[in-house]
């Protein structure tokens, strides 16, 4: 991307917006256009239009996570996820609703900064918590998807051919391939096969991994 990613801040803890306005300022790869406490907020304002929507996984509003990050994406804006818990299933439900990646609050701010342009040039923001969430995902018939599978999975199902989605991915064609080779096995032990791009097209949508 070229010039500074816009940044949309959607968390209710006034402290932490101060601090994230005085952080941002001290960076030119980033612009902050918002900072509000609900999603409603967000989609009402300037920050509708940002290439990248920081969202804090639980607002006092009482809405549920997975329906925010469902609800921001719909507009546009690409998703990280932040929070003060690493709350395993809560992460993996974000994820699963389009979140674009998850980050604890307590990275310093070049990771901050490294993980927004990561998620804004269309790829996953990869931390440990992120990492560790899906590698203890217990629910039901959902495999366990890695960051990177779940990666590879969703440009391919967009409808992008094997070679454009290890572009968008930053892999190579064969790396793509062994990814999704996984995928499917994964989801053939889970008792749920898809032999086919359709087919992993159907699984991605059912469990809320479409783009």
């Known amino acids: 991307m070229t010039g500074a990613v816009t940044v949309a801040a959607v968390d209710d803890d006034r402290m932490l917006l101060d601090g994230l306005r005085s952080w941002l300022a001290g960076t030119d790869r980033l612009r902050l256009l918002a900072t509000v406490p609900t999603v409603g907020d967000l989609l009402a304002g300037p920050g509708r239009t940002a290439d990248v929507v920081l969202l804090d996984l639980l607002l006092r509003d009482g809405s549920v996570p997975e329906d925010n990050v469902r609800r921001v994406r719909a507009t546009g804006p690409r998703v990280l996820v932040i929070s003060t818990v690493a709350d395993r299933s809560r992460i993996v439900s974000a994820v699963a609703a389009g979140a674009d990646g998850y980050l604890t609050k307590d990275h310093d701010l070049p990771t901050l900064v490294e993980a927004?342009?990561?998620?804004?040039?269309?790829?996953?923001?990869?931390?440990?918590?992120?990492?560790?969430?899906?590698?203890?995902?217990?629910?039901g018939d959902r495999p366990r998807l890695a960051p990177r599978e779940l990666e590879v999975l969703r440009y391919y199902a967009s409808g992008l051919t094997l070679k454009a989605t290890a572009r968008r991915a930053g892999i190579s064609p064969n790396t793509a391939k062994f990814y999704l080779d996984r995928v499917k096995e994964k989801y053939r032990e889970a008792g749920r096969p898809a032999y086919t791009k359709i087919d992993l097209a159907h699984r991605a949508r059912e469990d809320g991994h479409a783009p």
């Open 116 to 139: 927004v342009a990561t998620v804004a040039a269309g790829g996953t923001a990869h931390s440990p918590e992120l990492a560790f969430a899906w590698v203890h995902d217990t629910a």
